[in-house]
Nanobody
Framework: QVQLVESGGGDVQAGGSLRLSCAASGSISRIKTMAWYRQAPGKQRELVASITSGVTTTYADSVKGRFTISRDNAKNTLYLQMNSLKPEDTANYLC??????????????WGQGTQVTVSS
């Protein structure tokens, strides 16, 4: 079993910054692609950014130039540096990981999320 635990969310004023972390633990052999998603009340879950094991990154157009995704493979940890935050960035941010287990099965896991609230 694999657990993903997010941290770093909070309340911030527009223009401020936050850094989210997602720590993966459990029966992990290797983690392939990791990603951040977000979901605001009444809206569909959307992909914010993703990063492959080879550190190729992709970003939603709405966060390009403001957010930076990174990972520490030695610590099985994913990060999201969020700068120039806007009220429309307010959402629950969830971590996702494609994990190869110690038994060589590949499964997709989600964290519980961390809330980010940006006030104007």
């Amino acid at each position: 079993q694999v657990q993903l635990v997010e941290s770093g969310g909070g309340d911030v004023q527009a223009g401020g910054s936050l850094r989210l972390s997602c720590a993966a633990s459990g029966s992990i052999s290797r983690i392939k692609t990791m990603a951040w998603y977000r979901q605001a009340p009444g809206k569909q879950r959307e992909l914010v950014a993703s990063i492959t094991s080879g550190v190729t990154t992709t970003y939603a157009d709405s966060v390009k130039g403001r957010f930076t995704i990174s990972r520490d493979n030695a610590k099985n940890t994913l990060y999201l540096q969020m700068n120039s935050l806007k009220p429309e960035d307010t959402a629950n941010y969830l971590c996702n990981a494609e994990v190869i287990s110690l038994y060589y099965t590949t499964l997709n896991y989600w964290g519980q999320g961390t809330q980010v609230t940006v006030s104007s």
